[in-house]
């Protein structure tokens, strides 16, 4: 039992929740300028009904990111947020 608590509750176990919150929150934006861009192609249908829709709004928010990380202030702003938000001690991060 204490090793099924362990893998539950384990600090391995919520360091991952963290870094899944984060990286959808970071995503979020660029889904939202996917969801915009897509939106009109799909006409009068509701957009968050339609699961390809929603889909495609992915597609192109992933590219987005990924052409967004090449920056390079990027890296240390990401840092930033992960050390406020997860008072990570600052020598536990690089800064990029």
């Known amino acids: 039992m204490t090793s099924l608590a362990t893998a ?10 963290i870094h899944l919150i984060l990286g959808g929150a970071l ?5 939202f300028v996917g969801s915009v ?3 009109p192609l799909f006409g009068d249908r509701t957009f968050f009904g339609s699961f390809g829709a929603q889909l495609s709004a992915f597609a192109v928010g992933l590219p987005l990111a990924a052409i967004t990380a090449l920056f390079p202030l990027t890296r240390p702003m990401s840092v930033a947020a992960v050390r406020a938000l997860c008072a990570v001690p600052d020598e536990s991060l690089a800064d990029g």
């Open 37 to 39: 861009a897509v939106g």
């Open 8 to 17: 539950l509750f384990g600090r391995r176990t919520r360091r991952r929740w």
């Open 27 to 31: 995503a979020m934006p660029y889904v």
